[in-house]
């Protein structure tokens, strides 16, 4: 996701101060499904200011701390808005995970290490379903529908995840991961 998306939209809901948008984005756990790189949110500020998509609303001045320069979205920042928005939701998904590369080799590894690596990842996996079905009960009654549905998005694709891992980890322990072919999927088990 564009910091320039995750700025404009917090500015459509309000003036704000960087730091404060910082704070929401902690809030909302949207670290779950954001990267954002230390600095990057103010150098966004800076670009967005430089673009005209959003002013300076008011400079707080207090004698005991530096000025706070809280921000608002302007009107051709409401439209670039709009235009990342519609970008973002058009994007095709890309579908690549180290996992994936890993397992292309991974009959060439010692297969006890693979299987502790496998283990690692199913226990991480778990634990992070668990906080993500903790977000949800905090969150369900007080998010709009649309957050909702990215923490149930992830909720889903994690459930998918530990299946699947499940599966490599069984035919690892079978000796089956170098067979050739699967046969019919099992849909019950999808």
Known sequence: MSMKLIVLGLLMEGEKHPYEIQQLVKSRQMKFYIKMAPGSLYYAFDKLKE???IEVAEVVKDTNRPDKTIYR???KGKAEFEFILMKQLGQ???ISKPIYAALSFANYANPEQVKERLIKKIRDTEDFLNKIKILYSVKKESEDRAKLYIILGVWMQLKT???WLREIYKDLEEGKLHEIGMGELDEDLW
């Open 92 to 94: 095709k998904e890309q």
């Open 73 to 75: 979205i302007t009107s």
């Open 161 to 163: 995840e530990l299946v």
């Open 51 to 53: 673009e005209g998509f």
